[in-house]
C-alpha cells in the first residue's frame, strides 16, 4: 500500500501524560498536513509542511502541540501533558504540488490515529 | 466567520436510485473544492475535485457542479451502491495563498438494498 501511513491507529492515555504519532507521506508527496476531527464533525486543520519547513499553523495548535517533518519525509505530532479535550482522531494527509503557491492537488489522508486521554 | 457548511445532515436513498449531496459555502475568495467520502474508522477518501473556473466535472459515477453565483455545490451520485454508504464532506481551499483545507459537518448517506 502506497498511501499516507499512520502510526499508532490507536493511543489511549492518562491525562498529563506525552504522546507522540508518526505519520508516512505519499513518497513522492512534498506537502504534508496534519488535522484533527472529532466525533460528528469535519476534520480540521492544524499544521502543514513544505519538505521540511513549517510554513503555517491553525490557532488550534496551543504549545503543548509540535510537529516536525525533520528530512522533510516522515513527520511526527508531540502533545505534551494531555488533556480529555485533546481526545479526537488525529489524520495526517499528503499532497504533491509543482507549481508552488497555494495548495491547488487534492489531499490524500491517512486513517488517522484515535487518542483517548482519560 | 467563513465556512463550508451542508444543507442536509441525513440523506437515504434507494439502492440503484441517484443520490445528490449539497454543499453551501461563503467564502466568495474559494477557488479550489473538493468531494471526501469518509467510511466508518477510516480517513477521508478523495472522491473528485473542481477549480473555480469550472462548472462541471465528471468521474465515474459521480458529478461535481459548481454554482458560484449561489455559492453551492453538489455532488451526483449515480446508480447509489450500498458500498457508497458514509459520509461525505465537501472541502474548500481559499484563493491567497492558503493551503488550509476548510470542511463542512458532512452528510451520512445511507443506501437502502
Known amino acids: 500500500d502506497t498511501g499516507v501511513s499512520q502510526d499508532p491507529r490507536h493511543k489511549i492515555t492518562k491525562r498529563g501524560q506525552n504522546v507522540t504519532f508518526r505519520c508516512d507521506p505519499i513518497s513522492e508527496h512534498n506537502r504534508l498536513y496534519w488535522y484533527r476531527q472529532t466525533l460528528g464533525q469535519g476534520p480540521e486543520f492544524l499544521t502543514y509542511f513544505q519538505n521540511e519547513a513549517q510554513l503555517e499553523k491553525s490557532r488550534l495548535l496551543s504549545d503543548r502541540f509540535s510537529a516536525e517533518r525533520p528530512k522533510g519525509s516522515f513527520s511526527t505530532l508531540e502533545i505534551q501533558r494531555t488533556e480529555q479535550g485533546d481526545s479526537a482522531m488525529y489524520l495526517c494527509a499528503s499532497s504533491l504540488d509543482r507549481f508552488g503557491g497555494a495548495s491547488n492537488s487534492p489531499l490524500h489522508f491517512g486513517n488517522g490515529t484515535r487518542l483517548t486521554v482519560t | ?113
Open chain 2, 1 to 113: 466567520g467563513e465556512s463550508v457548511g451542508l444543507h442536509l445532515p441525513t440523506l437515504s436513498v434507494q439502492e440503484g436510485d441517484n443520490s445528490i449531496i449539497n454543499c453551501a459555502y461563503s467564502n466568495s475568495a474559494s477557488d479550489y473544492f473538493i468531494w471526501y467520502k469518509q467510511e466508518s474508522g477510516k480517513g477521508p477518501q478523495f472522491i473528485i475535485d473542481i477549480r473555480s473556473n469550472m462548472d462541471k466535472r465528471q468521474g465515474q459515477r459521480v458529478t461535481v457542479l459548481l454554482n458560484k453565483t449561489v455559492k453551492h455545490l453538489s455532488l451526483q451520485i449515480a446508480a447509489t451502491q450500498p458500498g457508497d454508504s458514509a459520509v461525505y464532506f465537501c472541502a474548500e481551499i481559499s484563493g491567497a495563498g492558503s493551503y488550509q483545507l476548510t470542511f463542512g459537518k458532512g452528510t451520512k448517506l445511507s443506501v437502502i438494498p
